[in-house]
């Protein structure tokens, strides 16, 4: 994802303008944090709308050059998934937040950005089977129920979203308790539309291979196996993307 120009910043500053537009451009206190860390927050703006976000970007552009190379695209790329997401928050991973909203959603950039079409991805997470169920209690379902049917985004948004939205049990969790919205383990799925590009997806290292194995990505026992059987497919004179991740600053 561009940190400067994609839709979803795209998005948030409509909504800005919008909220602006309506109460007028002095009616506004907005305060723009950027974290250190997942826990630490390591710069805080105050003021108008449009000032603090583009203070936010610019220190965002800064600390995250375009991911794209001039360099020919890689048949394999390979990288790490950190336990944490900014829905798990005082929360606990999940297996779709893990292996679809992170690995392929946040982090799956790097898939269009340095991957072939048809390339093959390589993930490290142990990845445990855990539920959350105060905080993502429609996620489980969507995993058991929803994937084992579909795992096209869009068919899945077509077939289940206006079921999930208007589940009596969900929503109540979700305004009495602190639950998710229902619909937000839906949209959770959306990142399998990265499959459109990569050809397969390895999982190294997880606790239980039935866990990846459950929507269709391969199991291996470490980040060398995983390799050996992308080199088996694409060459060995194929060429490799590892991407090391930045802790903060």
């Not at 909504?15 to 710069?43: C, D, W, Y």
Request: glycine share 6%; aromatic share 8%; proline share 7%.
């Amino acid at each position: 994802m561009s940190v400067l120009d994609n839709r979803m910043h795209q998005i948030l500053d409509r909504m800005g303008q919008h909220v602006q537009s309506r109460l007028g451009e002095r009616r506004v206190f907005k305060v723009e944090t950027v974290l250190a860390n997942p826990t630490t927050i390591g710069r805080v703006w105050a003021g108008g709308v449009a000032e603090t976000r583009a203070a936010a970007l610019e220190v965002l552009r800064s600390l995250h050059p375009p991911r794209r190379s001039e360099a020919e695209p890689a048949d394999i790329v390979i990288y790490g998934v950190p336990n944490w997401s900014p829905y798990a928050t005082f929360a606990k991973m999940n297996p779709i937040l893990t292996l679809i909203s992170s690995a392929l959603g946040y982090m799956g950039g790097y898939i269009e950005a340095l991957g072939k079409p048809g390339c093959s991805v390589i993930i490290a997470t142990p990845c445990p089977e855990q539920w959350d169920m105060e905080h993502h209690p429609a996620y489980k379902e969507v995993w058991e129920r929803v994937l084992p049917q579909s795992r096209d985004p869009y068919e899945i948004s077509e077939r289940f979203t206006d079921e999930f939205a208007s589940r009596a049990d969900y929503i109540d969790r979700y305004r009495n308790g602190y639950a998710y919205h229902p619909v937000h383990a839906i949209m959770a799925t959306h990142p399998l539309k990265r499959l459109r590009r990569a050809a397969r997806v390895y999982v190294a290292g997880a606790l239980d291979p039935a866990v990846p194995r459950h929507v269709g990505f391969i199991p291996t026992a470490s980040v060398e196996e995983a390799l050996a059987q992308a080199e088996a497919i694409h060459g060995r004179d194929c060429t490799v993307a590892c991407i090391r991740q930045q802790a903060g600053w």
